[in-house]
């Protein structure tokens, strides 16, 4: 007989039976509805404890803070084992697996049979959005991990504020998680649109089983603005404020592990006294038109899931301090004294530590202390730079979006869209160098349109035609702007100093945005010149901008040619704005 542990059962019948359906097919020992008390967070951390599940950490250092490792066969997203499954697969495109969504439900439905036998399984309610958004979604995640559950609870806004917004609507996203014996071979991340379903089995990893953060705020939750005239995007959001108290706020897509968070909290350079930049979101942005045309966008989610390696006191103090509490932390390095380091930490190397697989390790090691992937979970409040509209349920206008890669050669450190038509083309061409956040090639270069090859729910040429016609409700569109902070000379070292002195750019978009920056025109859009950039305060020379910003023609040309590898997969749909884009480029080269 199956227990009630914690919430009363809900009152929403869709939910019970959501709830009933499961756990009749999965077969816990004991199901636990989870309210997003504190009282329920200390039992939960506790019996995590217990079962070894999570390290507590020093509690001087890092009070409230938990260390988890993974399974070394877990450490990172799956694309080859995430699937849109919609009826046909031309609705899921070709840069997505598809699978017949009846075969899959019938195949996980079987994985799933008896799979929580001796576990509890955990119902977790939560909001994507601030409570009132026009915007926000329901989502309800069934699932048999703790570490799951202390995730959400960190992520979202989870518990009996969720069920409050649902009321009685069975509008809310079903998710169904279970780490099963977390196989590789049995893993899978499965995306069911149409009914607006999740099923993850077979991983405990992050963006695997974190259901509201990728799976709904990302992939379903692109299928669903196509459908109701909104964007889920892979954006950080931020508000840039001048000494004035003029604030712009601004979208930045970056591929995973490619600097959002870190542009997201970044403080200006000290020449820059009284410029202020507040965090409205890190990871997801959610926009949409309003009524007056003016495009508005909401962080879905109220905590970060950020990369440990490379952060420090230097690069992103913020961080620093939104990670000394009540923070969890996956396949870091554990210090002997309870405290964590990952490679780029501040300071030496610790002598000793116990690596992110639970060995012995020293500076001589040849392997690394942290997984490249290695994370903090910490609530978005413990922000110093959150900014004050991060929970405005009515959102932020945005001024400007700007797009990223990571590329070591051709793209210079920014450059401006001619207009709409031509940013999109420049987002929908974007490349990036593949990172340790996905399981594959690091380093490689791929075409990452938008940021979103991994997590667009539907064919990534109707996504793009729905970018185009989001301008038809914009009367102001935003200024759409590319950027590079990861070009490389000969020796391989980085050319720009990135982190803090991002600012510059961001001043400069800014200032573009405003109809005060001065540009020059270019083969591949507006660019500043040496001379117009704010340079108070760093000693950067016009020799060093110009390597930056070189323009080589065969690197372009070959860029060209890479794009065509995403362009030809997607031809028989794509749009014909972004063909002309491309014709119009080739032409001014
Ligand atoms: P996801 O959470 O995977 O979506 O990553 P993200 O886009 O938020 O990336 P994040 O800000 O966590 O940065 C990823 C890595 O890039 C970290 O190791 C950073 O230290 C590094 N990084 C961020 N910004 C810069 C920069 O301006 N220059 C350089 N060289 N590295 C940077
Ligand atoms: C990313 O990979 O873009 C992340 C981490 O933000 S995960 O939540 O694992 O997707
Ligand atoms: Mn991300």
Sequence with gaps: MVENIGMHTSSNIHVREFVEK?????????VVRCDGSEEEKQRLTQEAVTKGILTPLNAEKLPGCYYHRSNPNDVARVEQCTFICTPGPEEAGP??????????????????????RGRTMYVVPYLMGPAGSPLTKVGIEITDSIYVVLNMRIMARMGRVALDQLGTSDDFNRGIHSTLDCNPDRRFICHFPQTNTIISVGSGYGGNVL??????????????????????????ILCVESPEGEKTYVAAAFPSACGKTNFAMMIAPDAFAGWKITTVGDDIAWLWPDANGQLRAINPENGYFGV???????????????????????????????????????????????DWQGRPWTPESKEKAAHPNSRFTAPMLNNPSLASEAGD??????????FGGRRATTMPLVFQAFNWTHGVYLGATMGSEMTAAAAGTVGQVRRDPMAMLPFCGYHMADYFNHWLSIRRKLIDPPRIFHVNWFRKNAAGEYLWPGFGENFRVLKWIVD?????????ETQVGWMPRYSEFDWRGLDFTREQWDELNKFDRAEWQRE???????LLKLHDRLPKELIFQRELLISRL
């Design 308 to 354: 440990a390696p490379g952060t420090n006191f230097a690069s992103n103090p913020n961080a620093m301090r939104t990670i000394e509490r009540d923070t969890i932390y996956t396949n870091v390095a554990l210090l002997p004294d309870g405290d964590v380091w990952w490679e780029g930490k501040d300071g030496p190397p610790p002598a000793n530590a116990t």
């Design 95 to 116: 840069t997505n697996n598809w699978a017949d969504p009846r075969e899959m439900t019938t195949k996980l439905h079987a994985m799933l049979e008896g799979s929580m």
């Design 512 to 520: 573009r945005c405003r109809g005060r920056g001065k540009a020059r």
């Design 560 to 566: 060209l040619l890479w794009q065509d590898e995403l």
């Design 22 to 30: 499961y756990s009749a097919l999965c077969q816990p020992d004991q």
């Design 393 to 402: 349920a009515a959102g932020v206008p945005i001024s400007a979006i700007i």
């Design 211 to 236: 259901l509201g953060k990728k799976c709904l705020a990302l992939r379903i939750g692109s299928w669903l603005g196509e459908h109701q005239g909104w964007m889920a995007e892979h954006m950080l």
